[in-house]
C-alpha cells in the first residue's frame, strides 16, 4: 500500500474522529465539534440514545461493551484537541472509572491520529469477512472516499467503496481451480483443497446478498463453517482457508458462481444447551483477556450475554406457546440464535440477538398474511417480555436480572390464562 496524504484542515479532523467514534461504536457515542482559528477541540460523549450503526461490521464489540458498562447517557467520555502546531491532545474524563480509561485512551489516540491520515478503517475486530478487508486495504486508492470517512475502496459496507472494488472485476469469472491453487500456496493437501473449493463454491451459489456487503459475509461465514467444517482436522485450518478465500473475493479476476435455484435454507449454528451455559461463559472470558481485555470487563461481558440468552430463553418459550410450536436456541454467547417452528420443519422464525442488537428473519415461502401475523406476534410479545423485565427490574431493592426475568415470564403467562393480555 502507498504512502497516503494527510488532512491538514483541523475542522475535517475533528469531523472525521467524530464520525469514526460513531461507526466504531455501532451509534452508542457522539462528539461535539469546536473549531476555532488555530485549535480544534471534540467532547466525545455516551449517545444519548443509540442511533443505528452505519456500517455494521466495523462495529467494535469490545468499545460497546465498554460504553455501555461505565458510562451515562450523555456522560463526557474523553475530549481530544487539534492544534495548528503540534499533534493531539487525550484528556480523558475524571468521571470514567480508573480501570475503563486505558481502553478508552487507546481507542481514542488511535483515532486522533487516524483522523489526520486518509487510511481504511480498523478492522483488527472483524472475525468473518477479515481476509476481504484485509485485502481491500492494501489495494485501497490513496485518496478519501466521498461517503465514508476512509479510503476510497476500503471499507467494503459503504456502498462507494465496495463499487470501486466490484468495478475493476471487468474480465472476472468464477474458478474453482484458482480457488483451490490459493489454498494449496498455504500448504493444504491438494485433494483437501480441491475438495473445499468445490464447497467454496456450492457456499457460494446459494448466497443471495450483495457480493462483499456485510450480509454477504454474514451467510459466507455460517454457510461455509456449515459445509466445511468435517473437511478439516482442526478449526485453525478452516479459519486459515475461509480467510484465503475471502481475500480471493475483491480480487480483480474473481465472481461468484452461478446462482442456484433453489438456494437451501440457511443453516443454523449448534444448540447452545443449558448445561454447557457456564462453561461458555468461562471460554469467553478466558479468549477475552488472552485477547487483551481486561478481566473485569470480561468478566461483565460473560454476564451480559447469559442475561440475554436468558431473555431470549423466555421470549422463545413464550412465542413457542403462543404459536404452538418448537423454540430453541443455537449458537455461542456473542451470537444467539432463537428458531421456532414445526418439529421436523425448518424453522418459521429465525431472530438473531447479540449485544449489539436483534434481527427476525421469517422462513422464505410463507404467504403475505402468515408473514405479516408472525411479524405482529414476534414484535408483540417481544415488546411485553421487555416491559415486564423492566417493571421487575424497578420493583427490586436489588438488581438481579434472572430473577426479573423468571418473574416477568411467570406474569406473562399468568395473563394469557386469566385473558389478561
Known amino acids: 500500500m502507498s504512502a497516503r496524504p494527510g488532512i491538514s484542515s483541523l475542522s475535517e ?7 469514526m467514534w460513531r461507526i466504531y461504536s455501532g451509534g452508542r457515542i457522539a462528539a461535539e465539534a469546536r473549531v476555532e482559528d488555530r485549535e480544534a ?16 461490521s466495523l462495529v467494535d464489540a469490545s468499545l460497546v461493551w465498554l460504553t455501555l458498562e461505565v458510562a451515562a447517557p450523555t456522560e463526557t467520555i474523553v475530549t481530544l484537541k487539534w492544534q495548528a502546531e503540534g499533534g493531539a491532545q487525550v484528556m480523558m474524563s475524571l468521571s470514567i472509572p480508573a480501570e475503563a480509561r486505558p481502553g478508552f485512551e487507546a481507542i481514542a489516540r488511535a483515532i486522533a491520529f487516524e483522523a489526520g491520515l486518509v487510511e481504511p478503517p480498523r478492522i483488527g ?3 468473518v469477512g477479515r481476509g476481504a478487508w484485509e485485502q481491500a486495504g492494501y489495494a485501497a486508492e490513496p485518496r478519501l472516499c466521498g461517503t465514508c470517512p476512509f479510503a476510497r475502496a476500503s471499507n467494503l459496507d459503504c456502498p462507494e467503496c465496495r463499487s470501486v472494488v466490484m468495478e475493476r472485476k471487468t474480465f472476472s469469472q468464477w474458478s474453482r481451480a484458482r480457488v483451490a491453487e490459493g489454498l494449496r500456496a498455504l500448504d493444504f493437501d491438494p485433494d483437501l483443497a480441491s475438495r473445499v473449493a468445490l464447497e467454496a463454491e456450492i457456499v457460494l451459489s446459494q448466497i443471495q446478498a450483495p457480493m462483499l456487503s456485510h450480509q454477504f459475509f454474514d451467510e459466507w461465514g455460517l454457510r461455509f463453517g456449515d459445509g466445511a467444517r468435517e473437511l478439516f482436522e482442526s478449526e485453525d485450518d478452516l479459519t486459515i482457508a475461509r480467510d484465503m478465500i475471502e481475500a480471493q473475493t475483491v480480487q480483480p479476476w474473481f465472481r461468484l458462481p452461478p446462482a442456484a435455484e433453489r438456494p437451501r435454507p440457511r443453516p443454523l449454528p449448534p444448540v447452545l444447551a443449558e448445561a454447557a451455559l457456564g462453561a461458555a461463559a468461562r471460554r469467553k472470558v478466558r479468549e477475552l483477556v488472552e485477547a487483551g481485555v481486561p ?15 436468558r431473555l431470549l430463553a423466555a421470549e422463545g418459550e413464550l412465542l413457542g406457546e403462543r404459536l404452538g410450536a418448537v423454540a430453541r436456541i443455537h449458537g455461542a454467547l456473542d451470537r444467539l440464535t432463537l428458531a421456532i417452528g414445526a418439529e421436523g420443519e425448518d424453522p418459521w422464525i429465525v431472530e438473531v440477538a447479540t449485544p449489539l442488537g436483534r434481527s427476525v428473519e421469517l422462513r422464505r415461502g410463507l404467504g403475505e398474511d402468515e408473514r405479516t401475523r408472525l411479524e405482529a406476534e414476534v414484535a408483540r410479545t417481544h415488546r411485553q417480555l421487555m416491559d415486564a423485565v423492566a417493571a421487575e427490574r ?20 399468568g395473563s394469557a390464562v386469566n385473558g389478561r393480555e
Open 125 to 127: 475486530h472483524i472475525d
Open 295 to 309: 478481566r473485569w470487563q470480561a468478566e461483565r461481558h460473560a454476564a451480559a450475554s447469559l442475561t440475554l440468552r
Open 41 to 56: 477541540t471534540l467532547r466525545v460523549i455516551r449517545a444519548r440514545t443509540p442511533g443505528e450503526a452505519e456500517y455494521p
Open 13 to 19: 479532523r475533528a469531523a472525521r474522529a467524530e464520525r
Open 394 to 413: 424497578r420493583a427490586m431493592a436489588e438488581a438481579d436480572d434472572a430473577r426479573a426475568i423468571a418473574l416477568a415470564l411467570e406474569n406473562l403467562r
